[in-house]
């Protein structure tokens, strides 16, 4: 009884740490994810302390407590696959689609897997409730000791069990194979310690299938399960909470300096109606008489007029609303923008290609805005392309660099020359008669606020390639 009582102990401290970081982290969806897998460990552990109760409970309920409580390990699997699942699905990974191994994952983890996972280990289980999986309890001792347990006597469809059991390792491969390709580290070492310690807790488990070692070690498992995992949970939202801080302090000093730009042109806008009114009144006075003073006049006048409007056009580009971001697939984003400039793009002959490496390419950004801002440089592509060039072709690709995605933009128009590269994303400067100056300075404004950058990579006569980069993830430290 001392034993089983031991047992049982162990195996609340899963549950128990689970609810803790369930309370710290409420609405993660991952943190609800171990909380079910850290509970049936817990049920599992009950499962294995029940049969130490000889004396204390008769055969019959021993034997009916250790089949309900087998639904713990035996429904481990698909909980293992749903908490990978959750993390897997919504991040994504280097191998380029197409591969063996892309496809094979795809084919893996998808919802039907987990439904077939579950109907499977329902069937499992139902087999427990019979006689040819499980046919009664035997009586056994810990080797070299007096202490006695119950052990059951397996049916002749235990086998299915120990198979349906042995298939965990396939999927701990299948997730560890996976972490070492997250783009995100620090999910991919979460991941990855997830999978190397539920194979500790597996081999650990399995050997309690021989009566020769009784059926304590398991507990050692769990708790050196129990508190890794823990550990690496809480270090991972740690260190996702610092780069939010870090980002929310950026965000402030942006702020700060877009306030101050503000008050700036404000007071810039009160002095010009200053002069605006006395040159005005100087210009129906009788003190301005000759041509020259009141050529210097309207000179002034027109020098307040363009400071003023672009005072009023500084303001207006600086109302631009904050974005709201999101997990959004690029690819989608790209196809779209691509689709609303078919018309110009049809219009001036041009081919466009968009390499797709990865599906689904996803990061978290602002649908709208990052739209715009690939139709802006589809645009600009089009128009730099001169109509009697013997290629015509824009290219669009993306690829990764660490856990940031890189978003590049290939024309085979006339170029930029070297010495505005850097200018042709300042507000007010265009090289076009009829341009504003306002398009790609908007373009590196919304780049800038998904906290990435965009640049000339290379240009030269025969074309441009221009680069964007922004975080995938949320809490990314990007850095230039």
Not at 242 to 259: A, F, M, P, S, V
Not at 429 to 441: A, H, Q, R, T
Request: hydrophobic share 45%; glycine share 6%; with cysteine.
């Amino acid at each position: 009884m001392i034993i089983g009582l031991l047992i049982c102990t162990i195996g609340l401290i899963p549950i128990v740490l689970a609810f803790g970081i369930r309370r710290m982290y409420t609405g993660s969806e991952l943190s609800m994810g171990l909380l079910i897998f850290m509970s049936l460990i817990s049920i599992w552990q009950a499962d294995i302390g029940i049969l130490y109760f000889k004396g204390i409970f008769n055969e019959k309920i021993i034997f009916w407590l250790f089949r309900f409580f087998r639904l713990a390990p035996t429904f481990a699997i698909p909980v293992t696959f749903y908490v990978a699942y959750t993390i897997i699905d919504k991040q994504a990974t280097l191998f380029k689609e197409g591969t063996f191994i892309h496809k094979l994952l795809g084919f893996v983890f998808i919802k039907k897997t987990f439904l077939v996972l579950t109907f499977w280990s329902s069937f499992i289980y139902i087999i427990n409730w019979t006689s040819f999986g499980l046919k009664g309890l035997k009586v056994e001792h810990i080797y070299d000791s007096t202490f006695y347990f119950y052990f059951p006597k397996y049916g002749p469809l235990s086998w299915l069990y120990i198979f349906h059991m042995s298939s965990f390792i396939v999927f701990l491969f299948f997730i560890y194979l996976l972490s070492q390709n997250i783009l995100n580290q620090h999910i991919s070492k979460f991941l990855s310690t997830f999978s190397i310690c539920s194979l500790l807790l597996f081999i650990t488990g399995f050997i309690n299938f021989s009566p020769e070692t009784g059926a304590i070690t398991s507990s050692i498992g769990v708790i050196i399960f129990s508190v890794i995992i823990m550990l690496a949970f809480i270090k991972m939202n740690t260190l996702i909470t610092i780069n939010y801080n870090n980002l929310i302090e950026r965000q402030k000093k942006l702020d700060y300096t877009g306030n101050l730009a503000g008050s700036l042109i404000h007071e810039v806008k009160n002095n010009v109606q200053v002069i605006k009114g006395f040159s005005k009144i100087l210009g129906t006075s009788d003190l301005i008489s000759s041509d020259v003073e009141k050529k210097s006049l309207n000179l002034i006048q027109s020098a307040a007029q363009q400071l003023e409007d672009l005072a009023i056009c500084y303001q207006e580009y600086m109302k631009f609303s904050k974005m709201e971001l999101k997990v959004e697939d690029i690819n989608q984003i790209i196809e779209l923008s691509i689709q609303f400039s078919k018309e110009l793009i049809k219009e001036k002959s041009i081919e466009i290609e968009f390499l797709k490496k990865f599906k689904p390419l996803q990061a978290f950004v602002n649908k709208t805005y990052l739209q715009q801002v690939f139709m802006n440089l589809i645009k600009n592509s089009c128009e730099a392309i001169p109509f009697d060039r013997s290629t015509k072709k824009i290219m669009i690709e993306a690829d990764f660099k660490g856990d940031s995605i890189l978003i590049n933009f290939f024309d085979s128009g006339i170029g930029i020359p070297i010495e505005k590269w850097e200018s042709i994303f300042d507000p007010f400067i265009s090289f076009k008669k009829e341009g504003l100056g306002l398009g790609l300075p908007f373009v590196k404004k919304v780049i800038f606020e998904h906290r990435g950058n965009i640049g000339v990579i290379n240009s030269t006569p025969m074309g441009t390639q221009i680069q964007i980069t922004i975080p995938q993830f949320e809490y990314t430290d990007f850095k230039d």
